[in-house]
């Protein structure tokens, strides 16, 4: 096939510039409008050093035609970017992934409550696919509108995921306890990320209500069939990257072989990875890939399934998976430009 032209809004943030990176070894997919307005008229590779000798682009403005011309348009935007600038680019034939939120939340009230403010295109929320893979694949194959998961919801849903479908646990009593590192902030300035504040410290946030939990009910709930509720917890961890969720749900029956479920359940998956008993996932072990890795325990004796979900937030929480979803989109092998192993240490 010849070569996909994609054009990434907001090229220069964290998300972005993994985009960036992971599609330069890509061997089907050509960078062509990459933006920025902060920095626009600005060569890549002078914005970031390590892309030089890679590619030979510059940034230019978000409202700039050459979107028109891209076969896909990534948004590593901020909420309530893409749902601005998605309607015209879907009229002219271009598909769009967006890495943001305004797409993920069928329920178009809910998302307002949670991202405080109106949608700008509520009538083109019906044809966005949540783009989890792992359970939407035939839906992302002919979508033209694909909503990225956020970082959180994956680790977590993935992590959920076989325990509801089998109906192990109850779908109302679920614990999600869960750190991330700063670069899930994003690039932009802000004191809780700076390393005075970040660096030797450690503390939750968003405990009276966190955004990726309507999109965690609302995507569990939807796949079960009836109303999935959850206590989570988000933290800020002193690192850069990485997400480690550590889940507990009460089990119906105590005698279920929890890693038997686990391995059957992601046998087939390329970005799932189930480890052997009493394994403890680390973040480094996923440092820049696309894969979750995944234990499962239960202390002898307990009824409490304990869940271990690991990821890279930039990666298979945002910048894999958007390149895992175009893969599908354009009918090319869904690993392909994803197969890095992570460096440890
Ligand atoms: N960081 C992470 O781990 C994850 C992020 N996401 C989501 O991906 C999106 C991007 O995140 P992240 O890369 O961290 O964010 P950053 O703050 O690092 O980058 C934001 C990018 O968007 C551009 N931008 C900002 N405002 C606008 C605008 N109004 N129009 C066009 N471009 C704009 C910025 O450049 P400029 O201002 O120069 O135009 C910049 O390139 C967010 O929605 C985030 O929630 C999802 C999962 C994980
Ligand atoms: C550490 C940290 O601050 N993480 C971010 C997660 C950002 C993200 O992935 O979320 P959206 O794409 O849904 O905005 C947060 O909790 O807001």
């Known amino acids: 096939m010849g070569q996909i032209k994609v054009g990434v809004v907001g090229g220069t943030g964290y998300a972005g510039v993994e985009i960036i990176r ?6 089907h997919a050509q960078l062509t409008a990459l933006t920025s307005r902060a920095d626009a008229g600005r060569r890549v590779d002078e914005v970031f050093p390590n892309l030089r000798g890679y590619l030979d682009l510059t ?17 590593a935007t901020p909420n309530g970017t893409a749902m601005h600038d998605a309607p015209r680019l ?39 696919v949540y783009g989890l893979p792992e359970i939407n694949r035939e839906a992302i194959r002919s979508a033209r509108l694909v909503a990225n998961p956020g970082c959180y919801p994956t680790a977590i849903i993935l992590g959920f ?3 509801l479908r089998s109906g192990a646990v109850e779908p109302g009593r679920l614990i999600a306890d869960a750190k991330s590192g700063a670069s899930g902030a994003g690039r932009k300035a802000a004191i809780t990320t700076l390393l005075t504040e970040a660096a ?20 569990l709930g939807a796949r079960l069939g009836a109303p999935v509720d959850l206590v989570f917890v988000p ?4 690192m850069i990257r990485g997400i480690h969720a550590t889940l507990y749900a009460g089990l119906r029956d105590a005698r279920i072989d929890l890693q038997d479920l686990y391995e059957t359940a992601y046998r ?5 990875d189930v480890m052997p008993p009493g394994s403890h996932p680390e973040t480094r072990s996923v440092r820049g890939g696309n894969l979750c890795r995944i234990a499962v325990s239960q202390a002898p004796g307990s009824d409490t399934a304990v869940v271990l979900s690991v990821i890279d937030n930039l ?29 440890l240490p």
């Open 22 to 27: 992971l599609l330069l070894g890509h061997p």
């Open 59 to 75: 940034f230019v403005a978000p409202d700039a035609a050459r979107l028109h011309d891209c076969d896909v348009v990534f948004f």
């Open 90 to 128: 879907l009229d002219a034939g271009v598909r769009v992934i967006d890495l943001a939120a305004d797409f993920r939340l069928q329920d178009v009230a809910e998302w307002s409550r949670w991202y405080g403010m109106a949608h700008a295109c509520p009538e083109r929320v019906p044809e966005a």
């Open 161 to 163: 995921l076989p325990l």
């Open 200 to 219: 030797d410290n450690f503390h939750a946030y968003g405990v009276s209500g966190h955004r990726h939990l309507p999109e965690i009910r609302e995507v």
């Open 235 to 238: 933290h800020l961890l002193p």
């Open 268 to 272: 087939d998956e390329p970005f799932v």
């Open 315 to 343: 990666v298979k929480g945002a910048a894999g998976q958007a390149v895992q979803n175009m893969n599908l989109m354009f009918g090319l092998r869904e690993a392909t430009g994803l197969e890095s192993v992570s460096p």
